[in-house]
């Protein structure tokens, strides 16, 4: 597999996330080489494009019910660990808001900018931020780096090896892309429990816990390698799909 990024350019929500180190560089939806999409499908994945809005509202569900579970617990030191977890969000949507007030900025400063914008990723009207531009424009802004761009760095790419001793990597035919890199596995151990106790199919809440316990299982986490997504989130892969 290729982990070298394809695109020299990132649009203003990616160019944010690089800048907060949500992400190493362009966000990338992608299948293995040998699996066959139809142009439907094709044409799908083609048009999903990064949403910061979207990951802040994914984190923030883990973070509430990660908060609601250390309530039950009722042990001082997960309760607190969680009330920090919120706390450290919020800091991190201002400082999102304070770099895309800085990057707006400085776009509309046209031909003087010191962000070059490229027309090869251009839709939706979005300008496209080329990386080496956004590079220099962050050092000069002061904003640390250390984790930001390198041209070696890795991108943050939706795919999935097919491997015989996980069956959870193989893809369903019929399945419509995967948003999340784990939401192939989830669709896969959802099946699976669904075959064991048919009824799950209608009760998605207890399905997506199972699931968690699954992903758990398997080492199968969310962004940060650390835990699977939230039972909430997970519930966003069984959408549009068949058990």
């Known amino acids: 597999m290729n982990d070298v990024p394809c695109r020299t350019f990132v649009s203003v929500d990616e160019a944010i996330a690089i800048l907060l180190k949500r ?17 439907e499908d094709q044409e799908q994945l083609d048009s999903i494009e990064y949403s910061l809005h979207e990951d802040f509202e994914e984190e923030h569900d883990e973070l509430l019910e990660a908060l ?43 031909d003087k900018s010191a962000l070059r914008v490229t027309g090869s990723g251009s839709s939706y009207g979005k300008p496209w931020i080329t990386l080496i531009s956004l590079y220099e424009w962050a050092v000069k802004k ?11 760095a890795s991108n943050k790419t939706q795919e999935s090896t097919q491997a015989d001793d996980k069956p959870w990597s193989v893809a369903q035919e019929g399945d419509p892309p995967e948003r999340y890199s784990w939401f ?22 207890i399905l997506a816990k199972k699931v968690y316990d699954s992903l758990k299982s398997v ?20 959408t549009k799909i068949t058990f």
């Open 23 to 39: 992400i190493d560089g362009p966000v990338e939806y992608r299948v293995s080489p040998d699996e066959y999409l139809s142009s």
């Open 219 to 238: 080492g199968v986490y969310k962004r940060g390698g650390k835990e699977p997504p939230c039972p909430g989130t997970i519930l966003k892969a069984f």
């Open 184 to 205: 192939r596995a989830a669709r896969y151990f959802a099946r699976q429990h669904i075959r064991k106790s048919p009824t799950l199919s209608t009760k998605k809440e």
């Open 68 to 110: 609601g579970n250390a309530k039950k617990s009722q042990v001082p030191e997960k309760i607190e660990h969680a009330r920090e977890a919120l706390r450290q969000y919020k800091e991190s949507k201002r400082l999102a808001y304070t770099y895309r007030c800085h990057l707006e900025d400085e776009l509309s400063k046209g």
């Open 142 to 152: 002061h904003i640390p780096t250390d984790y930001m761009l390198s041209l070696n």
